[in-house]
């Protein structure tokens, strides 16, 4: 059984959007502990938890669409 979570998790950290990543980068701890924090959110408010990660994942990612980080002028 420990195998099969461990396996689901390790998916979803592979193909997810790291919005938990890059979140806990922001925040200065792990991963893990944000991952924690919308599994709890989800189940106590039904589902609303998981629908806001994936609004932060959509965000998110038209955010990195937008904007392109330059290095210096010549980039242009």
Do not use: C, P, W
């Not at 195998?3 to 950290?13: L, T």
């Not at 925040?27 to 998981?50: D, E, N, P, Q």
Request: charged fraction near 20%.
């Amino acid at each position: 059984m420990l195998r099969f979570v461990n396996n689901i998790r390790h998916y979803f950290e592979r193909h997810g959007f790291y919005v938990s990543s890059r979140f806990a980068d922001k925040l200065g701890m792990r991963a893990k502990y944000v991952r924690l924090f919308f599994i709890y959110l989800s189940f106590a408010t039904f589902g609303f938890g998981f629908a806001i990660y994936l609004t932060l994942a959509f965000l998110l990612k038209f955010k990195d669409m937008v904007y392109a980080k330059r290095t210096s002028v010549f980039d242009l």
